[in-house]
Structures are given as C-alpha cells and as structure tokens.
C-alpha cells in the first residue's frame, strides 16, 4: 500500500504551479453531456476524482477522449443509459451531479444514493427539492435515486441550507427546462461560478451566479464549446499554508487571488507576510506563528476544505485558538492523528481548541479524508524527524503530484510501497 514518507525541517521555498479546480471540473465535466456536440475541455486536474467522473461518463456511453494529461474531448451524442451504478458514485459523490445533467437533458436519471462519508452525513435533500420543483417525480428504488418528468418548467426555489452541491444540480437540471428558475440562497463558491460559466459558452443563460440569487433562463438546446477550468483555491491555500507551517517562502502560481482573500487574510493575521500579484500569491513566514479564531463559512468566508490545514498551523503557533467547523458536523477527524504528533487539541463538537505547542514529532499516522490528509502531510514537514502517512489515497482524490511539487519546493518527501522503500528513506534521509 503507497504511503508518504516524510523527514520534516526543511523550510519550503520556490514557485509551484496551481492546476484546475476539482470540484469545477466535476461539474463541468458532467455538464459537457448535456450536448450531442463536441466540447474541449482544458486545465482538469488529473486527480482520482475527476478520473473516476471520465469513467462514469464513459460507462453511459458519452464518448471522451483524453487530448493530453489536463484535456479532455467530451460529447454526449451517444449516451444509451441513464444509470449510474453505485461503483462510482461510492468513489465519489459528485457523480451525483450526473442526475441534474441527465434529468435536464432526458428527463430520466437514475443515480445509486450517496452514503455517509468521513467528514460526517451529507444529506441531499435540497438536491431532490428542487428537481421535484422543476416538475421532476423523484423515487429511491432499490438503493437508487430515480428522477423523472414529462418536461421541466422552471420555478422559483428557495435553498434551505447553501449548498454547493445542490447549486450545481439545480443549474444543471434547469438550464434547458421551460421558462425561468430562481435559484434563492445559491452557494456563491468560484467553482459554483466557473460550472456557470461554462453553461453560458454551451448556450444557457444563467445570470448572477457568485451571488445569492442565481436565474436561469431555460434554452432549447446546448452546444459545444471550449473551455479552461479555473485554478484550484484550495490546492493554491494548501501550498500557501505549507510555507507558513515550514517558515517557508512559497509563491503559488496559476491562481485568482480573489478567490484566496479570506485564505490570505487569515495568513496575515497568523503573522505571515502575503504578498498578491495578478496571478500569483506570496507567503513568507519567517517567525513562530500567532494564535487566531476561525469558523468556516460558505464562501467568501474561510472554506471548511481549509479548515485541517488552518487547524495544523494554530497547532504550532503562539496561544490558544478556536477553530469552528459549521459546515460538517464531522471534520476533526485527524486531530486524534494530529496529537500523536505532538499537538495539544481538545474537539468539543463542532469546536477545537487549540494550545498551540512548540513543534510536532514525526509518528506513524494515517490520512482520514482528503483535506485533513494535506493537512497532515503539510504539519509532518514541519514536525521534527520522520511521518509516515498511510491511506494516501485519499489525497491522491484531489492533489495532482502533491509529493512531486513539495519535493520541488524543497520538502523531504517520498510516496514509497514498500517496508523496503521506506527503510531506504529512513537510511537516506538519516
Ligand atoms: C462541496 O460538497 C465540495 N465538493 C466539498 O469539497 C466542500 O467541502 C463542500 O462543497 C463545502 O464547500 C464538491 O464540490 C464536489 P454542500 P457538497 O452541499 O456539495 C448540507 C473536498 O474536499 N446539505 O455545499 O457535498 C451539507 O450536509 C470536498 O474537495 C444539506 O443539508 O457540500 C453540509 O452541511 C469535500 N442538504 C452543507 O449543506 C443538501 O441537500 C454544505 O454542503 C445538501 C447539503
């Protein structure tokens, strides 16, 4: 089984390149078989999850063809099955917006029900009250969702909780129904928008997306298009974090720093200097770091897919701090693995306090989701000696050559699959 071997101590220092948004591209890449034509998709990530997204595309017959690593040639002309089986949505949840796109453009889905997840239950509700409000009849039978209607009329839908997810399947499901729906309480997140984005250059009309209240004026027909999907702001915040846990000074490049304001905000107030340019993003950090309060918040508030990487840092900085999770009810998960490292960290709920402790010590611990795993990672190359991190799969979800790029930054960091390979390390690294 791969694990990341990693010797701590060395400050992070260089340039690193920012790839696409993940969670964009899940849903744009489920949004390219809303047409018969053909769209050239550009800047996807090539992680686990958007890979398994191809293939579940691919299994209802869409036809995608990889142009190179970060391209892909989708087109939905061929699509025979309306069914999505639970191999994939059980790799991922988004497959989950493969239900708005088929809904929207057959009128007929069928998608395996999500279960719960390691950062807590993830209900989709808001998901299903929608769609029936477009005039969709939606069933569980036998594990799967069944979402069907004669036509789609728009409506006027207000969210009873800000949901991403549930934002883009609604975008999804109404873009080619009858008349006009209001999406109320939308989530506002950069992905949310770039999903948009790429509907308006297929045809749709969709208007006000990144505030509160989106429309979508339904359109008879999409068509092709081609398309660059936005950088990645939690890679781009996670890289940032790495420089202010390891003293370091990183430039993330590639990225919208609008999109990373509360991020670098946050930075700031840890005591670390932030530097913007038009595309790119400075920390450096030269001194132990200050304690802070955080709770997350639906953007343009601190995401909670920031929030392991915050908590590691408050973990070493001068103080108490207070980090509040609203979002998931299950997300301090890793803390346990965290103190074996060393850190001091009560979790009260959806709360932890933090005593922010001198340094961490390498231990052999293990990535509970995809976050809190580059959380992890990112304290163990701060921490003194050797972390060994299993189940790094998980980070492979949605960090494209995570160890590569922190190698080039100057992190002791190795992927090794063997007890061999990591003796090798241990030797190596002394
Ligand atoms: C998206 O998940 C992201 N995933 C998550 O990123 C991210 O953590 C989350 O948004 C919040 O920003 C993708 O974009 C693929 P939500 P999603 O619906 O859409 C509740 C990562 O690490 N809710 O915005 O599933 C829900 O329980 C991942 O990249 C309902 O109650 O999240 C949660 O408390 C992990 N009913 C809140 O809303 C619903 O019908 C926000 O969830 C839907 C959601």
Redesign the pocket.
Known sequence: MEQYAVKGGNPLVGEVEIGGA??AA??ILAAAIMTDDTCVIDNIPDVRDTNVMLQAIESIGAHVAKKDRHTCEISGRNIVDHTIDNDYIKKI??SYYLLGALLGKYKKARVSLPGGCN??????????KGFKALGATVRIEHGMIVAEADSLRGAHIYL???????T?NLMLASVMAEGTTILENA?K?P?VVDVANFLNTMGASIKGAGTDVIRIKGVQRLHGTNYTIIPDQ?EAGTFMFAAALTKGDVTVKNVIPKHLESISAKLEELGCQVEESDDAVRVVATRQLNHTHVKTL?YPGF???MQPQITVALGLSKGTSIVTES???NRFKYVDELTRMGASIKVEGNTAIIDGVSKYTGASISAP???AGAALVIAALAADGVTVIDDVRFIQR?YEDFHLKLQSLGGIIELVDSEKELQKFRLKTG
């Open positions: 993940k969670n899940l849903g949840r988004a950062i807590g239950l993830r209900p989709i509700d808001q998901h299903i009873d909780v800000v949901s991403v997810g549930a883009i989530a997140e992905h939690i639906p995401p909670t897919d979002i998931f009810e989701d995809l976050r949605g």
